[in-house]
């Protein structure tokens, strides 16, 4: 792959791209988008009336969560982050005009398709940036701790995600029957596998440069995330070979779709149900009504 | 107001005052209230009994809560402040008196109006010092971290309360609908908006010495809480200018007492219920059995 | 006591054991146990097919949920112990082989009750270690706080047992009317006794060497274990002593087998319920449906 970019010339761009400074535009991207769906979860606006401190605090929890769980893992101030006034003031600021402007008029913008799926596709290219920034610092904490810079770069690919249910909670939210360790949806996932793939090659055990992975990686994740958000589906571009190896290896019923779709209907007493799930079924509930 | 104080040679006062140590009486004070309010908790006597590993760990939260919080978010231990034997040892007392006297003499005695008026007020000298010291450890660790200096004197001054949900599951309830930051009780804002004075003074902001400040808003929170204790009051001196303010800046519904006593109308299928809402709705429902 | 030990020239063996290493024999008996453990809770196996990653978080947390638990209370990192590359992954190979073997042949296998009660016993071993090792390590970082010494023996000797609501979170399943601290099992409660007795050690206050006091106290866990194990029991040593003290200082209901058969039958409103209550009360109801 290497000598495939450097053909094309493509080296040079990749690392002038790995150095490319995210402040203030990438984040900016990063936040709206981000509190963008914080406004999308039932029942945030009606707490943005009720409690503007709970709102706020939900507001960093969604931009800074990956910091904040980062920071947690490698043993430092949860609060680190926050001593950067500007990106905090910044977060805060996009945080005010989605939820209180005047006739709702930045959260309209923003949320206007073609706006939306450029700020999509740059808050990933900050998330693929994190998930690099994740395992080499965990790389210099640890130098020989694999797993930690896995986790590590996970937690700070995933951010909020991963603690969604605690992030629910502090909205008076609670739903212990599914978590996104659970049921992970695609940026979780790619996350992960970002993150293993970040941890070999800072093991030398993959043959490319760091910034070739991360254009190569942050093209991957931008076009999947467009796509999907142009086209409004869950569905996950692993979901097939997932599918197989996890058939393969822990013998999970095989089934395509699996899972975004269709839960095997071998565990309907299952206490585990999956976001899609539950929405599936409600769904099904007011049709029902409905007829 | 500095002059002001210096006319009427107060200066001096609040020098002597801010200090003044703490250890014993005034600690003493903050354990007796905090552990009496959690023998005010529904089953805390019954946990108690059953369990006192469980009832003296949420004594000691009770106690501690502040430090332990603090800890955590400037990523020291959060068993920091159980190094210092006596303050455990006078907490533990007090936990056992409170719980296990014979006769429940001594719950008796401090739960006497005049006795707790006393005790309230001391306990407010000591939240009020543990802001300021929160905030001046914040600003230490991170000098220009204004958000994390609001934030560590903010949880040094509500202490147990912002985990309440975590000090309840430990006694095997678990009420998600609420939070402390959702439905703010007064010791909780009033903290909040002292951290952010203190910050402010600590910034330089604030034309006034950190003496005086803290001399001013312990007169503050130590009469408001006893003429609360002494008439049974929940309701916050804040409530009519927050209710403006917030109508201006976060367009809340507009109504002076909105935040104790009737919830906005516009939200009665809300998954949030405050204390007040949850505890009103049992009252209504043993009021219609009893007619 | 040690001069009993001299006289049958068990000190020097006492020394020999409590320098013995733990990896991998008895590391790998202690990962086979916790994860026994974690197949026998009810959904692990349908989080294992449906969630691998959640499975191996789940099994992660029970092999070094002690480590985790005692980085957190001494301020460090809870991913440290995670630099151990071949504990985890040895972990993760017992994990695999319980959860995925062909034939379930490796969990047929240890789960065989003579070579399980084995395994059960080398377990207690390794706990009885940590406890030690978690005492001391507190001692060195807070050379005079006995109550960190105490919580982080106790934490380390009890591991996933502390964190169990949130580990069940982690597979969907939600517990909050009980957890380890209301109702204490054996291995918690020994656990916290051995904190005490190496704080006590540690303090120079018992007249013992700290090697004897680990062979003594593994003798007496690894017996007790193995024989609850034989039985099937779940009653403990200590109930008919603590029933005693605990009637004494803290009032508690006089009932020699209270804590794990007979709740008081003075409490039936009470919200706090203990696993065997709750299973015993699921064992009815089946009873009830079977006649």
Redesign the interface.
Known sequence: MENVLAVLNLGDLAHAFSKMGMFPVFDLAYYIVSILYLKYEP?SV?????????SW?CAMLYCFGSYILA??????????Y??H?SH?LLASAVWYLI??CPLNLFYKCVAFLPVKMVLVGLKEVVRVRKIAAGVHHAHH??H?????MV??GYVKGSGVALMS?FEQ??????R????E????SFPTKAS?YGAILFTLQEAHWLPVSKSTLILVFTLFMATCKVVMTARHSHGSPFALIESWV?HL?????LCGDEDNHHPPAA?PS????TKEELSEGARKRKAKKAE
């Open positions: 029942g009606e707490v943005s009336r009720r409690s503007p401190v709970a605090l920071d947690i893992m490698l043993g430092s101030s949860p609060l680190d926050f001593q006034n905090i939820f209180y904490a640890y020989h701790g694999f797993f930690i986790i590590v249910n909670l502090l909205r008076g939210v609670w212990p029957e599914t978590n360790i659970l049921s992970m992960l996890c290896l822990f013998g999970s019923p565990v299952s206490p585990l149900k």
